[in-house]
């Protein structure tokens, strides 16, 4: 049965978007039926993150206001086959995302794909709250620092309260999703320890991402960093988070700082 | 000194802040989720003590004023509701205020 995620984390910036590049891809890598969906309307990025920027046409609102048929707005990606991103609007404001044009196209969506992962805008606004309001499943990107903490803590209240599942007393799966993560300042005590969050939030962890210039570089080059440096630590993270997701019982490892003595030296200036 | 001798001298002096940003939000979080608590409660009796007070009379919904105060022991919920003036069949009830 399809199952409807929502990537979500209240405050900007803390990794949305790369996540839901990154966690699509690597569940289409997995051999899932996948879709992408990008709620950002007026500030859509997932075009970019995913490298099909120039492939769009056709947009979520162009579906939802009858102007084009959701099979005109999907965009199938050139490296795998069984990935698809559905864009944002660039132009129309977010109002015109509304509850009955959302849930026809999150169930028409059903019919065709295993996963649809709808990136959810900062904030509590409409955008957030229809990316929200037909999940199945949470996931809350989370970064280890004060206002992201709490902004997730809000987010989660909202996710027990304003959802469809919420409302109708089922429970929403939630997951933290722990990013831009620095072993090196957390060994310092410098950063929220892993712990920490998880006690404060407490919902289950899906994974920690660290912080890493591969991501950036994989945004540079419009490619989730699963498929453009798989090998990497963040690319593994986000393999592991996506087998959890499909249900296998892993344990979360905590990166580890793998510096030599001049990067413990030194590497304190560039951090 | 340049910037490499600050970062020198951070060395002896450094103080671990995640501890402070970890009870701070403890603190904060527990104030926001009682709060968020709070105004959902109080919409539900809103609409509840409205429909109660719809069957007997024409109330204004601005004129009724619902607020909850909480204390440490104790709690105290307001309800103030301004009625019209002649109540022709619900005499028995009375008017004004009340609190629970």
Known sequence: MAKVLVVTSGKGGVGKTTSTAALGAALAQAGENVVVVDFDVGLRNLDLVMGAERRV????????????????????????????????????????????????????????????????????????????????????????????????????????????????????????????????????????????????????????????VDVLNASNLGSPITLNNPTSAAAKAYFDAARRLRGEQLDVVVPIEKKGLMGRLFGRRVA | MNIGGMNLLSLFRRQRTAPVARERLQVLLAHERMAAGHSELLNVLREEILAVIAKHVTVDRDKVNIKLDRGPDVSILEIDVEMPAILPKVRAQGAGAAAA
């Open chain 1, 57 to 212: 046409v056709y947009d979520m609102i162009n579906v939802i206001q009858g102007d084009a048929r959701l099979a005109q707005a999907l965009i199938r990606d050139k490296r795998i086959d069984n990935l698809s991103l559905l864009p944002a609007s660039q132009t129309r404001d977010k109002d015109a995302l509304t509850d009955v044009g959302v849930a026809s196209i999150i169930e028409q969506l059903r019919q065709k794909f295993d996963w649809i992962i709808c990136d959810s805008p900062a904030g509590i606004e409409k955008g957030a709250m229809m990316a929200m309001r037909y999940a199945d499943v949470a996931v809350v990107v989370t970064n280890p620092e004060v206002s992201s903490v709490r902004d997730s803590d809000r987010i989660i209240g909202m996710l027990d309260s304003k959802t469809l599942k919420a409302e109708r007393d089922e429970r929403i799966e939630k997951h933290l999703l722990l990013t831009r993560y620095d072993a090196g300042r957390a060994a310092r005590g410098e950063m929220l320890k892993t712990e920490d969050v998880l006690e404060i939030l407490s919902i289950p962890l899906l994974g920690i991402v660290p912080e890493s």
